[in-house]
């Protein structure tokens, strides 16, 4: 599969960064251990974790004793592979607070995800893990430029979600102003990023898309706002993706990574090197593993990243598998940290397709589309097995603005995306153009695979 | 001397045709004339209306989409080589059209088909110059029936 592979200097002055505001500034020594200092520091506290989750939650005692390990059988980084995994499945099992390891009355924060199906899972913070938290999103706020004396927009929902909260710490423990303008109403973001003149916005990448069409609705051209970059993260995006919305408000943009289960925000977050997102690995110990085999990938290879929190204290969790698909990339980075850096999530190990062999994620065919479309059209991708061959049919929207009478035109554009889908990919698929809103939506969000080969076999 | 035409994307499948007509008759819209164009896997159905500006509205509220292009109409003599004049005219001026359809109108003892072109200023004066009798908007929405 082929990857956006940056070059390995920094972002370039552009839309209203100078070169000052894009200084390398490094806030914590401990991002720059050398591999053979963070290895020991990890063990050690790997070791405590392992332990205390022996001793003090009940799953992970009877998790560990199936297994026939015991605290004191970690003696090296390598024997992580003896540990058992932890799905999301075991933290529903768990509901609601199951897998705490300190009493109750110690915690000081409560966070949920509220999974698209089944139950919410809720997580744990002690006072301890709330500072540990706010340092971990400070790191990857000032990697990516955020200094004392800015003003940060958050369009992040305050709430069980980790992603208002977390980041408000973090911005806080930089020294930098904040909006807490929260997320919805979004005519009103854009009257506070004009009126205000937030330097910084911090949202979802496709909130922001959202911010900049109600922005141009309005009458304000988002390249006129005063902002300066943005931190995006809590969802998959593209490479195009960032370009398009880089452009639009003439902006620097930064991607960042974490999942409530591991802590939420400050697990990975990208310097100004921009050639991946640098994993806190004093804080998180990661695997890549092929998720059918969950033996490790090769070196560089696409796998499903899982995270071992290293210092957690409310809720310490063992190989945590995210479904996340990624890959690490271990060579040095000019920037002088030396955490491994992940790539964006190209993604989940749940969308993976496999066609005629190759593995195949909805974010490609949205990849493509982007290319073809400029903005992101709705699609859905459907998959099946007449014969012994799959096959798949993209059905995709059409956009009043790429509609035309001629006949011509229609099928040209059929062809590119049928093209792009082929180049990114590597997979010959059916396009079809359908009408506009005619693909179902589930809750706000688009469904976007149909797999008949599923319901085929059974 | 141009006419507004709406053309509507059309999925190629059972019942797609009857829609908009439909939301059409609903709304008191009557179609002066249509034309359909398709492929084995969607179909691009090109209306003239009166009132184009409603008809837009009442097709885009029921969830199509919907452009509106300039077309021309021209008169065509009704005997044998009226159409190949006009052909004959277009070609001569290295005239593209980029689709056609004949057009259910009637005066006197000619006929009238409706030509997209990709240039339509360059078009009409052009068929002007040649002598063609360009419909009116005017005359298309008053001589037809409804
Ligand atoms: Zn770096």
């Not at chain 1, 915690?107 to 002690?126: D, E, I, M, N, Q």
Request: net charge negative; with cysteine.
């Amino acid at each position: 599969m082929a990857g956006v592979r940056l070059a390995a200097r920094p972002v370039a002055p552009h839309g209203k960064l100078t070169a000052f505001d894009l200084e390398n500034r490094i806030l914590s020594p401990d991002e720059c251990l050398s591999r053979c200092e963070l290895e020991a520091l990890q063990l050690a506290r790997l070791r405590q974790t392992v332990a205390r989750a022996y001793e003090r939650v009940p799953h992970y005692r009877d998790c560990l004793r199936r297994h026939g390990v015991g605290p004191d059988d970690v003696r090296s980084l390598n024997d992580i592979a003896r540990l058992p995994f932890t799905t999301k499945d075991d933290l529903r099992d768990n509901y609601p607070l199951g897998m705490l390891a300190v009493p109750r009355e110690n915690l000081a924060r409560v966070h949920g995800s509220s999974g698209t199906t089944g139950k919410p899972t809720f997580v744990a913070y002690t006072r301890t893990d709330l500072d540990t938290w706010a340092r971990l999103c400070a790191r990857f706020l000032t990697a990516g430029c955020l200094r004392p004396g800015h003003l940060v927009h958050i369009a992040f929902g305050y709430g069980l979600f980790t992603g208002g909260f977390g980041l408000h710490a973090g911005v806080e423990h930089v020294g930098a102003a904040i909006v807490p303008a929260a997320s919805g109403n979004t005519p009103r973001q854009v009257t506070l990023l004009h009126d205000l003149g937030a330097d910084v916005l911090i949202c979802t990448p496709s909130y922001a898309v959202n911010i900049a069409e109600v922005a141009a609705a309005e009458g304000i051209e988002p390249s006129e706002l005063p902002l300066k970059f943005a931190h995006f993260g809590g969802e998959p995006w593209t490479e195009d993706m960032r370009a398009q919305i880089e452009q639009a408000f003439g902006i620097v943009a930064f991607d960042n990574y974490g999942l409530s289960e591991i802590i939420g925000p400050g697990v990975s977050g990208e310097c100004v090197y921009r050639c991946g997102m640098h994993i806190q690995e004093d804080h998180f110990l990661v695997e890549c593993v092929d998720p059918d085999t969950l033996e490790p990938v090769a070196e560089g290879d696409y796998g499903e990243l899982v995270f071992t929190t290293l210092t957690k204290e409310a809720m310490p969790i063992l190989r945590y598998r995210t479904r996340d698909i990624s890959r690490l990339d271990r060579s040095p980075c000019a920037c002088g940290r030396t955490g491994v850096r992940m790539s964006r999530v190209v993604g989940r190990t749940d969308d993976m397709l496999i066609i005629r062999g190759v593995n195949v994620f909805p974010s490609q065919i949205e990849e493509a589309l982007l290319r073809v479309e400029g903005t992101a059209p709705q699609y859905l991708i459907e998959v099946d097995r007449p014969g012994s061959l799959d096959e798949v049919t993209v059905r995709v929207e059409i956009r009043p603005q790429d509609f035309s009478d001629k006949m011509s035109q229609m099928q040209a554009l059929r062809d590119r995306i049928d093209r792009e889908i082929h180049s990114v990919t590597g997979v010959r698929v059916t396009v079809e153009l359908v009408e506009p809103l005619t693909l179902e939506r589930y809750a706000g969000k688009a469904r976007r695979v149909i797999d008949r080969r599923v319901t085929r076999l059974q | 001397m141009k006419i507004p035409q709406l053309s509507l994307f059309l999925e190629n499948r059972p019942g797609q045709l009857g829609h908009p007509c439909r939301e059409l008759a609903n709304a008191g819209i009557n179609i002066l004339t249509l034309s359909l164009a398709d492929t084995q896997q969607f179909g691009i159905l090109r209306l003239i209306v009166r009132d184009w500006k409603r008809a837009k509205e009442v097709l885009e509220g029921a969830g199509h989409v919907v452009n509106v292009t300039d077309v021309v109409a021209i008169e065509v003599p009704d005997r044998p080589g009226g159409m190949a004049e006009l052909m004959e005219a277009l070609e001569s001026a290295s005239i593209n059209i980029e689709y056609m359809y004949a057009f259910n109108y009637r005066r006197g003892n000619d006929a009238a088909v409706v030509i997209r072109f990709d240039d339509p200023d360059a078009a009409l004066a052009i068929l002007q110059k040649a002598g063609f009798k360009i419909v009116s908007s005017t005359e298309v929405f008053d001589n037809m029936a409804g």
